[in-house]
């Protein structure tokens, strides 16, 4: 990690932030350690794909001004405009100057016999020569099939413009199961450089992606996190956890607290933040100007916050698949709760529906009968048919 002052005069900002930025070392290069993530760019009238993009290009001089040089965008942010309006917002400043990561669309599956068409029209789109990060975008329950097919010649094709130099770093996101990442990982673990998980102190248990992480770390690939805030659920508390964290850090803001989290975690490299006003921006990246990790108790409470959060939506299910072995439908019930609490914490959202279009239709939650077989020996006492019930008309 290093600090360095950026002397580039910017935009005046009545915050006192020093003008600093952490940086984190990956392969020899200096990456800001919070990059800015083009799926939420400010938009007009509401509309997701009607850019700002005059409000846009200067966030983006805001945050090249105050050494942000991570900029994340992809082929479905804000219906097919991010790419665009990221190009032309970095367009005037020296290519070298910046890094921009882009990605395939496979969470698309009418994509996947695409992938020259697709990244040629990206560059195009970017205006640029080469992609300095490229990601198989979403690996999940639904496309790793496709994704690992060689008839769709996808990793083919990546790799050979990695040789030629058009994508300078290549890796993948995930939004998947653990399983489903392993396997990837299994099959182009070897390629892959850097890998984008969902990481925020609530889904350290919630998704376990701590178990990604010791998986990545395992394979010694360096960690970039998308959602730190879950989707903005991590910005704002309650009055009285807002008071418990005061107690310990003062000068704190909610939202840094869940970037102090990311920067107690020594694999994470990059931390992307999907920012939509300049004042999220300005706040961000005064967070970024030091380090100030986590101690235990701090941890402690953050995971106790969280774990209040879960327990006011989420089933209590434990994963001990007695229920299981006395289903007559023979469905996979922990798995199909632990989307549920998912679909339920999060209000709907991609994750469940995704993974469940890549389970038989026999298996989904509406080919639960009723029978409350597993409810007499679930050792929670769950009423696993209502929720089961309710799951089928939350995904109507």
Known sequence: ??????????????????????????????????????????????????????????????????????????????????????????????????????????????????????????????????????????????NINQYLDEKYGIYDYLTKQKKAGRIRHLGFSVHGSYDVMKRFLDAYGKDMEFCQIQLNYLDWDFQDAKAKVALLKEREIPVWVMEPLRGGRLAALPEEDEAKLKSMRQEETVPAWAFRFLQTIPEVTVVLSG?????????????????????????????????????????????????????????????????????????????APMALSAIPEDKRPNACIGCRSCEAVCPQQIMISEAMTDFTQRLQ
């Open 1 to 142: 990690m290093e600090k360095r002052r950026n002397s580039r005069p910017g935009v005046n900002d009545k915050k006192e932030c020093v003008h600093t930025m952490i940086y984190k070392s990956f392969q020899g290069q200096k990456l800001s350690a919070l990059g800015m993530g083009a799926m939420r760019l400010p938009v007009i009238d509401g509309d997701d794909s009607k850019i700002d993009e005059v409000a846009a290009a200067r966030m983006v001089a805001y945050a090249m001004a105050h050494g942000v040089n991570y900029y994340d965008t992809a082929w479905g942010y804000h219906n097919g405009q991010s790419e665009i309006v990221m190009g032309r917002a970095l367009k005037g400043y020296p290519r070298e100057s910046f890094y921009l990561a882009d990605k395939f669309p496979g969470y698309d599956l009418s994509n996947m016999d695409k992938v020259q068409t697709i990244f040629e029209e990206q560059l195009k789109k970017c205006g640029v020569e080469y992609f300095d990060f490229y990601l198989f975008h979403n690996v999940c329950e639904l």
């Open 275 to 351: 920012m939509s006003n300049m004042q999220q921006l300005k706040e961000n990246i005064c967070t970024y100007e030091v380090e100030k990790p986590l101690n235990q108790q701090e941890l402690e409470a953050l995971f106790a916050i969280a774990d209040n959060m879960v327990k006011k939506i989420a089933l209590p299910c434990t994963a001990c698949r007695y229920c299981v072995s006395h289903c007559p439908q023979e469905l996979d019930i922990p798995s199909l709760l632990a989307l549920y609490n998912e679909h339920c914490f999060t209000k709907g959202g991609f994750i």
